[in-house]
């Protein structure tokens, strides 16, 4: 994605620096803030593509700006701090972050995730619009609501769902969805892919123990059934997975 538009979020004016100068050189344009008050401003008014988010910040923290950004903003957020506990990282990705880099980091590597996080985002304006009074999706403006109220979804949980989508009901296996939201040079990772599934539920389904859109294919995969308009009564309820 060209010229897309990052917002770099941290409280060290050197770190800012240094970021500017390294995205600049990249092709992106860049806008900075000091803290999270800052930063959900300027998502409001700059909308940028992606967001590079300190932790440790005075006043609110990192995790609480994610929290709030995410209400209003659906593209990625890549937490970037020192903090490398396990613990740290669940809250983030709880927090709505899509991806958790460690200082100090490698620039290949930040521009790598920044790359894979733009491109799992891009809109695919091919895909029809799922327009149900229970459940609706845009997936080129990647909007999602459930019984009329907007649902934000992480980046893998999106690309789940537009993987999914993408086969018009027919199922996709575990390797192939793990490769899709991890990238080809994951192996499979049915474990992880699990939780985004289970999340992914969490968020869209009405009774997630009893999906009736995301269902599991035992021994297989998993695969998107569209809702009807009006689904029948007394329907057979899929096996949860």
Known sequence: MSNATILVVDD??????????????????????????????AVLREHPDLIL?????PGMSGFEACSKIRMSFGGPIIIVTVRDEEQDKVVAFDSGAD????KPFGVSELLARIRAALRRSSPDEHLPKVDTPEFSVDFGMRLVAVRGQRVNLSIKEFEVLRALAQQEGKPLTHERLSKIVWGPGHPENTENLRTVISQLR???????AHPRYILTEPWFGYRFQPP????????LRPRKG
């Open 12 to 41: 060290e004016p050197q770190i800012r620096r240094v970021l500017q100068a390294t995205l600049s050189s990249n092709g992106y344009d860049v806008i900075e803030a000091k803290n999270g008050k800052e930063a959900i401003t």
């Open 53 to 57: 988010l300190d932790v440790n910040m």
């Open 99 to 102: 991806d958790y880099v460690v």
């Open 202 to 208: 969490k968020k869209v389904e009405k009774d997630p």
């Open 228 to 235: 009807s308009p009006a689904s029948p009564k007394g329907s």
